[in-house]
């Protein structure tokens, strides 16, 4: 079974939890750029 990740449909950086790429996506729409507090957490 394929590891589990949840991708931001705006920045394409995965997280191992929805809540972060959910956290992600909301930081992506208002500000139209990233939060490093939200995408250190991103998976490789
Ligand atoms: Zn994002």
């Known amino acids: ?3 589990r990740s949840f991708q ?4 394409k950086f ?4 929805k809540n972060l790429a959910e956290q992600c996506e909301a930081y992506c729409k ?3 750029s990233c939060s490093l507090e ?3 957490h ?3």
């Open 1 to 3: 079974m394929a590891e």
């Open 30 to 32: 208002k500000y139209k």
């Open 38 to 40: 939200i995408t250190k």
């Open 8 to 11: 931001c449909p705006i920045c």
């Open 42 to 44: 991103a998976v490789k």
């Open 14 to 17: 995965k997280y191992r939890t």
